[in-house]
């Protein structure tokens, strides 16, 4: 596929580029959109999100969705009113096969707003019938809100078909039981739908990334200072990151000195100390939405130790090594399989310190990659899949430690980099991973290796 096949209707010629726009990472537009330039185009964006939706929901023969997740909403419909709706059932969305989504909104002026906002939905905003937290009137809620679902399912005949919901609570499940729908669980297909990214995706998702590349140069070369604390430099972020652009900042984790071992993962009010390591780990809602979710490890003021070198190596080469399995084809297995043993291993479970993990409108957005279980489970990496992987140097009783990130899109020739923020110059260069596809070009050598 050629750049203009993506850009449907726009004959641009492009053959002097080698790469798709929204695969390159240097390629990057505004926020803001211009006459004088095709940039994200929103109604195509919205047009493709729902086209993978009802494809995966043929897949599970479903004759119909209804998704209460905030971010479900969004993608089927473009809706957002704040992250404050997000995970507390208040709205939800009708997608019939073969139909168009039905929104249904909170009443009042939040639902007027719709109306306004959301012209492609005219015809289609319903009041949503609101059950948690109703006191005594739960029951008689979560009926009234099952019956605002029915009225569009029996309108498009499809009250005997295999209904999906995204999420449920009990007096949900047993109103839309008494109802006599046939419920399964419809998270699977929106979780396929919403792993692989459209082209416009990508280019809000590239956004964000240079957004919080940029906080981070800021963190490293301005704000990380003897004396200043963890919850500060949390600020300078949060005011830094929404000034260029940002929906909103989901958390700053700011971990120094002793606290980066056990690392804790939330900013406190402890002084930053010259000598300090500092992991800074960067989340945060971008342009349309789109998170960036990327993990440095800076100094405070001195150089690095040789140990501190020796535990950076080990978090970066693991972290390389596994990113070069992000590639269509191979599984979530080959990526693990590079991770050391960690307690992913000891205990069966997921750590959350050395995985990876889709990101997209959500932090944490379908498959999850660990060694609890994706040596046993394997699952297919497919192109324009768009992952955050990250690493722990985990040994306990270190002083200090290390953690690092990249957000990474999968293409046909495998992995691209899209988070630029140079790693520590001491341990491995002047790398910087959104200028090559791999750190080996460069020649730098295994931590196993002497070092230079």
Request: some cysteine.
């Amino acid at each position: 596929m050629t750049l203009s096949d993506s850009y449907e209707g726009y004959g641009i010629p492009t053959d002097f580029i080698q790469e798709l726009h929204h695969t390159n990472p240097r390629r990057l537009f505004s926020h803001v959109n211009a006459d004088w330039q095709y940039r994200v185009d929103h109604e195509r964006l919205r047009r493709e999100r729902l086209a993978r939706a009802r494809a995966e929901m043929e897949i599970d023969d479903l004759g119909a969705l209804v998704v209460f997740a905030g971010a479900n909403v969004r993608y089927l419909t473009g809706s957002y009113q704040g992250n404050w709706k997000y995970n507390i059932n208040i709205r939800y969305v009708v997608l019939p096969r073969n139909g168009e989504p039905y929104l249904f909104e909170t009443a009042g002026s939040d639902m007027r707003n719709a109306m306004i906002d959301l012209p492609w939905l005219e015809g289609r905003i319903r009041p949503a019938m609101t059950w948690q937290w109703a006191e005594g009137a739960v029951g008689e809620m979560a009926d009234k809100m099952v019956a605002s679902v029915m009225e569009v399912l029996r309108e498009h005949g499809l009250t005997k078909e295999k209904i999906g919901v995204d999420n449920l609570d009990f007096p949900a499940l047993h109103a839309f039981e008494k109802a006599g729908l046939h419920i399964v669980n419809g998270w699977p297909a929106m979780s396929r739908a919403r792993v692989v990214k459209t082209p416009d995706e990508i280019e809000q998702i590239k956004m964000s990334a240079a957004i919080g590349d940029a906080a981070m140069w800021h963190i490293k070369n301005e704000w990380l200072v003897p004396g200043v604390t963890e919850r500060q430099i949390e600020s300078q972020v949060h005011k830094f990151m929404l000034d260029r652009g940002c929906e909103i900042i989901y958390d700053i984790i700011v971990a120094s000195g002793g606290n980066t071992s056990p690392y804790r993962r939330w900013a406190t009010d402890k002084l930053i100390q010259q000598g300090d390591l500092l992991i800074v780990d960067i989340n945060a809602v971008g342009p349309g939405g789109y998170y960036v979710d990327f993990v440095r490890t800076l100094k405070c003021a001195a150089r690095m130790t040789q140990q501190e070198i020796d535990l950076y190596r080990e978090t970066y080469d693991s972290l390389y090594a596994g990113m070069e399995n992000l590639r269509p084809g191979m599984t979530t297995a080959d990526v693990v399989a590079q991770f050391p043993e960690y307690d992913d291993d000891k205990y069966g479970t997921v750590t959350l310190q050395q995985f990876a993990h889709s990101i997209g409108i959500t932090l944490y957005e379908g498959m999850w990659m660990s060694r609890a279980y994706s040596l046993k489970y394997p699952a297919e990496i497919k192109e324009n899949m768009y992952f955050a992987i990250e690493t722990f140097a985990g040994h306990p009783g270190l002083p200090q430690t290390c953690r690092l990130e990249e957000n990474v899109l999968v293409t046909e020739n495998g992995p691209v980099i899209f988070t630029k923020m140079e790693h520590m110059e001491e341990a491995v260069g002047n790398y910087r991973p959104g200028d090559f596809h791999h750190p080996s070009l460069l020649g730098y050598p295994s931590h196993k290796e002497p070092n230079d």
